[in-house]
Nanobody, 126 residues
Framework: QLQLVESGGGLVQSGESLRLSCAAS????????IAWFRQAPGKKREWVSC????????NYAEAVKGRFTISRDNAKNTMYLEMNSLKPEDTAVYYC???????????????????WGQGTQVTVSS
């Protein structure tokens, strides 16, 4: 079964950048739609971005549009989230998720995704 592992989180200052990675193992993930979610303390998990199996139809939440870029390298079984101009309100645990449907994106609700990583903490200080 496909397993997902996020990495790349950390502590940065407002305005700085981070790149998150989501590495898949156990199966080729090139037939899955992939998404990023985040959950801040005391808040519900929220959808951030998604992309379909071959990299088409990238979609972004309004809060991150123009600052974040989602991409995937199917040859490396890895997905990325490039985060620029980070703000304190971006502080959250970031999760990658996979949907068995290759063209599921955009899908905004977490319960529709089939597989999840364990999350990586992103903290942005002001």
């Amino acid at each position: 079964q496909l397993q997902l592992v996020e990495s790349g989180g950390g502590l940065v200052q407002s305005g700085e950048s981070l790149r998150l990675s989501c590495a898949a193992s156990g199966y080729s993930f090139d037939s899955y739609a992939i998404a990023w979610f985040r959950q801040a303390p005391g808040k519900k998990r929220e959808w951030v971005s998604c992309i379909n199996d071959r990299g088409g139809s990238p979609n972004y939440a309004e809060a991150v549009k123009g600052r974040f870029t989602i991409s995937r390298d199917n040859a490396k079984n890895t997905m990325y989230l490039e985060m620029n101009s980070l703000k304190p309100e971006d502080t959250a645990v970031y999760y990658c998720a996979a949907d068995y449907s290759p063209s599921a994106c955009p899908t905004y609700t977490d319960y529709e995704y089939d597989l999840w990583g364990q999350g990586t903490q992103v903290t942005v200080s002001s």
